[in-house]
């Protein structure tokens, strides 16, 4: 709104800039193809206390669909994670507000939703995310603060599963990877 209110000729400028790209690309468009049918599947990683001065975690997520990568995100996490646990929860947190936001969109869009798998390679985060009946003692602040993917899983929304014995592509997410 503020922009609206002070802007200037270089703002007109930009936003007809992006008005030329758009109207000279309307002919584009994104093929994927995939004849897998696994719908929407998203891959999360963290990389506990990456940064070695303000001790922060990094957040990692990607979504994909029809084997293309539709979303994806890597930042540092916005509070210091205890352990490698509560890091990898807070990005399952993430990735699934990310997930939902999709599933949302395909459902204005009159698209069908199934349940998306969310796939992470912690097997703490993914028993606390799974588990919000049990009592965590050691975790309960985080649960505060990250709650929201509790609802969504008890609607069958989200499915979460291991990647610890799988190929590990949610590492893409945090660290220099040479398998994307």
Not at 42 to 55: E, H, M
Not at 69 to 82: M, V
Not at 138 to 157: K, S
Request: glycine residues 6%; hydrophobic residues 35%.
């Amino acid at each position: 709104m503020q922009l609206i209110l002070l802007s200037s000729k270089e703002h007109l400028d930009k936003a007809k800039y992006i008005l030329h790209y758009l109207a000279g690309t309307v002919k584009y468009v994104l093929v994927c193809k995939d004849t897998s049918n696994k719908g929407l599947i998203a891959y999360t990683d963290s990389d506990y206390a990456a940064d070695l001065v303000k001790r922060r975690s990094t957040t990692g997520y990607h979504l994909k669909l029809a084997n293309g990568i539709i979303s994806w995100q890597s930042r540092a996490q916005k509070t210091i994670a205890l352990s490698a646990t509560e890091a990898e929860y807070m990005a399952l947190s993430d990735c699934s507000r990310q997930v939902v936001w999709i599933q949302n969109i395909f459902t204005e869009l009159g698209f069908p939703v199934q349940p998306t798998q969310i796939c992470a390679d912690n097997e703490g985060g993914i028993f606390i995310v799974s588990n919000p009946v049990q009592e965590h003692q050691q975790t309960g602040h985080v649960c505060v603060l990250h709650c929201g993917q509790y609802f969504v899983i008890l609607c069958n929304t989200l499915l979460i599963n291991s990647l610890i014995s799988q190929n590990k592509g949610s590492q893409c997410n945090t660290r220099t990877c040479s398998v994307c």
